[in-house]
């Protein structure tokens, strides 16, 4: 006979069967034995059984939000022998055994029917038992919120200034310019833009527009300014061209459109597009500190950094824009048109014009740059919510939008009438009006355009 080592660990069974053959042991060293080897079968008739102890209670108190990826997770663990089972309670009846898993019960999408006291019951098959403390569960209704997903964009109201100056007086006409603006009035329109279009506008009246323009913009407000033309940069600064500005073309006879940003950003809406669509070239002209930066008094205080805005420019500075002969629109309104209508976030439809321009043969002649200050995805069919914002616009709105009445002249002597309509230079144009007569009924090649 010899004894086992006081350190022997035996791996299994059987393995404790073969030591134990011709060996002295201690009745305690033979129960840690069995212990490692699990065999409760044995154990039972051995070892002396233990009162049932909660060792780790579930917490007190939960508060959860109901929805479909909330959990409820309690954990309760006891000590004693034989090993305890255990059996959880709500509301101070036995929850199903289905969904039991031993010391954790875990709930899977919570409702507020959820609500209400959970317990363990610990107990073994000597017939120990043993409650751990209740735990209140509070579940709360699921506030709904988007998951991954931005939080719903809309606007107070959605307004538009494009300008296209072309027929200059002491410089080079431009073909292009309105079919640019007439391309982008249309698009859009298709969007709820109120629009307000103008051409070949004197340094007064791009003030005025512009003044005009952000009278419009309040809380909530996207915008868009477009501005398509002859344009210059001195002094770090770019300058609209007016349509009646000298040969010299000084900066007194022009609109810096830095002014013209800070005026539209120091209104209060909560998104602008601005965009230059003119050459940058670089001009040595005398600049007066006193009357050469037209200021375009900001109607809404003073000005004050604010994210809001989106500038883009359709080249780069000291450089041109390109208009190409036979072709419907300028290069950089071109690839922006099939963009801007998209239901996509602006700095998309940008990222993509910017894109679709790489491919252009002018592409290393003309190079856009875009400027942020705003992070958020604004998208330019962004829904109008209609409230207090929108109809304050109305009357404005009206002011500046409505055409004469359309008027039917009765001529006497023939029995004929003559009819006169109005309607806006290619449907967009709000400074420019055609003047239409004609005869009722009609009367064969007659007729008469009156612009």
């Known amino acids: 006979s010899s004894c086992l080592s006081s350190t022997y660990a035996p791996t299994s069974a059987d393995d ?16 840690r034995w069995l212990e490692l080897v699990d065999a409760i079968d044995a154990l039972l008739l051995l070892k002396p059984s233990e009162p049932v102890a909660i060792t780790l209670h579930p917490e007190p108190y939960l ?3 109901a929805g479909q990826e909330s959990i409820l997770r309690l954990t309760c663990r006891a ?4 090993p305890p089972k255990y059996e959880w ?13 031993g010391p954790v019960l875990e709930l899977f999408n919570l409702t507020t029917d959820h609500s209400g006291t959970y317990k363990c019951r610990a107990w073994n098959a000597c017939g120990s038992e043993s409650f751990s403390n209740d735990c209140e569960v509070v579940v709360t209704p699921c506030r709904r919120k988007l998951v991954n997903k931005p939080p719903t964009l809309y606007a107070t109201d959605k307004v538009a200034l494009l300008i296209s100056n072309a027929n200059y007086e002491h410089d080079e006409k431009l073909f292009l310019t309105e079919n640019d603006v007439e391309s982008l009035a249309k698009s859009l329109a298709a969007l709820n833009f109120r629009i307000l279009a103008f051409k070949d506008l004197g340094k007064r009246d791009i003030i005025n527009a512009v003044r005009t323009f952000c009278h419009f913009l309040q809380n909530g407000t996207y915008s868009l300014f477009y501005y398509a033309g002859h344009g210059f940069k001195c002094c770090g600064k770019d300058y609209i061209q007016s349509i009646d500005c000298s040969n010299e073309c000084s900066v007194e006879d022009c609109v810096c459109f830095q002014d013209v940003i800070a005026c539209i950003k120091s209104t209060p809406s909560s998104f602008n597009l601005i965009m230059w669509d003119a050459c940058r070239d670089c001009r040595e002209t005398s600049l ?7 200021q375009t008094d900001p109607p809404h205080g003073s000005l004050r950094a604010r994210r809001s805005s989106v500038v883009v420019y359709a080249t780069s500075p000291y450089n041109s824009a390109v208009e190409v002969k036979g072709h419907q629109n300028g290069l950089f309104m071109e690839h922006l048109k099939r963009h801007v209508g998209r239901t996509v976030p602006v700095h998309e439809a940008i990222r993509c014009t910017l894109r679709d321009f790489e491919s252009h043969a002018l592409s290393d002649w003309q190079i ?6 705003i992070a958020g995805d604004h998208s330019l069919c962004d829904a109008i919510l209609d409230g207090p914002g929108y109809r304050g616009n109305e009357t404005l709105w009206t002011f500046v939008s409505t055409l004469p009445p ?8 023939t029995g004929l009438s003559l009819r006169v309509t109005f309607s806006c230079d290619r449907e967009v144009f709000c400074n420019s009006m055609l003047v239409t007569a004609s005869l009722l009924p009609p009367v064969p090649s007659i007729h008469i355009d009156l612009q």
């Open 16 to 31: 404790l069967v073969l030591a134990l053959q011709n060996s002295f042991v201690r009745t305690s060293e033979l129960i």
């Open 63 to 65: 508060q959860l939000e």
């Open 79 to 82: 000590s004693s022998f034989p």
């Open 89 to 101: 309670y709500f509301n101070g009846k036995p929850l199903s055994s289905r969904i039991q898993a």
């Open 288 to 294: 007066d500190s006193k009357t050469s930066i037209v």
């Open 368 to 373: 856009p740059v875009v400027k942020y200050d």
């Open 406 to 413: 359309d008027e039917e002249f009765r001529v006497t002597e």
